[in-house]
């Protein structure tokens, strides 16, 4: 489980999250949604340690994440792009994130249903995408980690490695173990998420089940539910002038009757 | 295994098939094996090959540097997510690049030293050719990779290292010039010493001139090093300030990446 706690962090003048506090329970799906810019990544990245926050605490599994990274043994990382260096073999790449956990207990459910044996001689340049993302995918999952942090997983994806990916994600919180999800595809976030997190100009403005989040927003669906505290988000900013009105033709301008020149 | 020579492992295996570090081990196994085809002696092909290096390896070493690590990023990013300590995992990246760089120089200048070593070149100058290559290759890495961490914009950072090697081997020694020409009413041998020192080309230049008999190629700055401090000194002096050249830049590089938010 990880626990975020009054997260604020700012690049410059802009503030990118602000008091964010945010509980990913065990054996659950969570979904962290929000538009583009909205703070998703570099609450990831804070989670992973990527990024250091400028105030609030971080807890992996009832412990304090430090600069140390010991903490990182919890959690798995799937990138939602697959950049490895193009000369490495396949099987060199996964050699080397295997030995850089020495001691970790190896799940090679995924490598096996991705066939991973049949790639693993083939430099990582010669790769399609989508091999690459299922590469991507083996990694996140290769050490048990309690928490799975996955961006966009399914991006590049063909449909069968997509389904077996969701049927790996599913097992996974089976097993009691936490799973941090992107994703701009909300049929896909219905088919697996269990908690949804909204994340709006880096302000949490809805967290709970996804059940709590069609009740709250009267939604028929999760896309419709997002769509509607969106469109929230946006009236609340304009009516306090943060966004400019809607664009209202001016009286004089009127459709030109047909013909007319 | 630790982290570091995990990942020097993984550099050295990436970069060993990269075809523009092969393309660049060849380009001077060619060039070197051509001066001497053409008739060149030892002493002339080591003078020859000295002014090329001079030139071209902190040119590759910043330009190549800098790309390699901007394209290494997103793989640094997930290096970093794993539970491994950043000055490590740092390390283990600089040193990735850094020794194919100049394990690449050492090879293509090498062999054909090896090949022809009844021709005249002397060991010392050539061991010393050697040093100041690698030396300028393990500095030029550091500080592209410095220019790398510090700027986020990889056009910039392009144009930063190429700016980076255009003083150090162009305006430089041109500004140097200039200044003993203004104030050539004054003494100025210490201050151009130091200026000397303060150029990591200019200081592997003198390390390998001072092995060789060839005072007069020295330049101006060259000949006093090697009046004021003698020939054993002045090499001393010289590895000195190439190795401070080498592990400023990588302190400042390392600095920025332990401390930095990817």
Redesign the interface.
Known sequence: MITLDTIRKRFGALEVLQDVSLAVRPGAVTALVGPNGSGKTTLIKIVLGLTRADHGALHVDGKLADDAGAYRRAIGYMPQAAHFPVNLRVGDVLDLVSQLRPGERIDDDLARAFAMDEVKDKLVGTLSGGTRQKVNAVIAFMFRPSLLILDEPTAGLDPLSSNVLKEKIRAVRGEGRSVLVTSHIMAELESLADDVAFLCDGRLRFSGSVAELLGHTGGSSLEDAIASLMRTERSVRRSVGELPGPVVAPPWFAPQPKGAI | ?N?VS??LQ??L??????RWIVAYTLCFLGIAEGLFWFGGTGPQVLLSLLNLVLLVLPLVALVFGTIHVYA????V??????????RQLFTGLYLGLALPLAGAFVLGAGIPFAVHAREGASLGGVVALLCAGVGLSLAFAAIATWIALRTDDRLKGIGLALGAWLAATVVYDGLVLGAAAAFGNYPLERPLLALMLANPVDVARVLVLTQLDVSALMGYTGALFERTFGTVLGTGVAAAALIIWCAVPLGLAERRFTRR??
């Not at chain 2, 295996?13 to 990269?18: A, C, K, Y």
């Not at chain 2, 990013?77 to 950043?86: F, G, I």
């Open positions: 295994m982290v995990l990942v993984a550099g295996r990436d970069l060993s098939r990269n290494s990023r997103e793989f990013e997930l290096l970093l997510a794993q539970p491994v300590p950043r938010d990817f």
